[in-house]
């Protein structure tokens, strides 16, 4: 499928094809479980993943399978959580955003036109926002667009996103704005919280960019607002955050991904992810027909990371410990390979990484011996 803005609509024949690829993977029965700008983020973050990549594309419940594969995921955001972030979304865009457009330092907020963005499916619904936008921009003033629908095409599958709010400038500038129900507290959050906020905000930005190149006059800032409550009150506080850094990341990330069609080309006969009709050992087979890129980070961000960690842990993959522990090691890519090496058993002496792994054994051998720790019965062959 084209990525191209001004390339016309994609081939017919080989977007139903694929669509009906996904569907055939995913399950007859199945609806399409939608992408959402946090598993783009968290897909972006993982680019090498290529099963996160097809079951994403193919719109496959990731909850749904972990559970049938017996490693249901263990996070989420509570019901609690959930009602409460409504809450203060609620309140900082009650009478028609006034009080977020007054976080903009916009001086008549009830002046701002709030268009009716209602269409029919997600398709609609981004053609209606797609309509808002440019009529927004040419009418140069204030706009606000509540729970728009932006369209962005992803491994060769589109992916539909909806953000919280999108503002218009009298300039035509476009601002995307995150409302998030964590405190920021004497002016600043929890820094983790924010560099999530600003990686979800950078998936919008480079979704409203698509449009803005077709839109005369427009321009998409790299500054999101992101709106918090003020300490532990429930009162709206507001911070420019800069996604620059975050959007260059998010757009190579994405481009480098495998398109889905090429990864659902490789599979071996009867792979299939519908976890009404398959079994569970027939969900296992097909989940490890395609490769996986496990990383401890994935714990955060995917359903299936329980199921991918324990295969790595028994493959003893060096990625279970970490993508900076992978990298350090070079081309040692097996515990055991690794323990061996630090033995003096195997391995290239000339090899920067067998050399540091030597050299930490040896250096961990004589503290344990300076401490008495190998009397004590903790005893570790010391390397050649």
Known sequence: MSTSLDSGPPPQAPATALRQRLAELRGPSAAPHPLDARALAALAANPGCKRRALLDGAGVDKAALARALGAPAAFGQSQFAFMRGN?????????GGTELLRLLGVADPQAARV???????????????????????????WTLLDHPMLALQVAGSPAYLEPDAVVVHPDGRWTVVEIKSFPM????????????????????????ERVAALT????????????CPKDFSNLPAASVVDVRKQLSVTRRQL????????????LPEGVGFDVESCSAGELTASV???????????????????????RARAEGAVESLGR??????????????VLSAARGESGDPADPAVAALRRAAALRFEAMAASGALESGGVVACPG
């Open 87 to 95: 809450a203060f979304e609620a309140r900082v865009k009650a009478d």
């Open 115 to 141: 268009p009716d963005l209602t269409a029919a499916g997600p398709q609609g619904r981004a053609a209606r926002t797609a309509l808002a936008l440019r009529e927004a921009t040419a009418a140069g003033g």
């Open 185 to 208: 507290i004497d002016g600043s959050a929890d820094a983790a919280k924010v560099g999530a906020a600003a990686r979800q905000a950078a998936v919008y930005v480079l979704a409203l």
């Open 216 to 227: 005369e006059g427009a321009e998409v800032g790299h500054a999101v607002l992101l709106v």
């Open 255 to 266: 481009a480098r991904l495998t398109r889905v069609e090429e990864i659902a080309a490789a």
């Open 288 to 310: 490890e027909a395609v490769p996986s890129a496990y990383a401890p980070e994935c714990l955060s961000a995917c359903e299936l990371a329980f199921h991918c960690r324990d």
């Open 324 to 337: 900076a522990v992978r990298g350090e090691l070079g081309g040692l890519t097996a515990v055991g390979d």
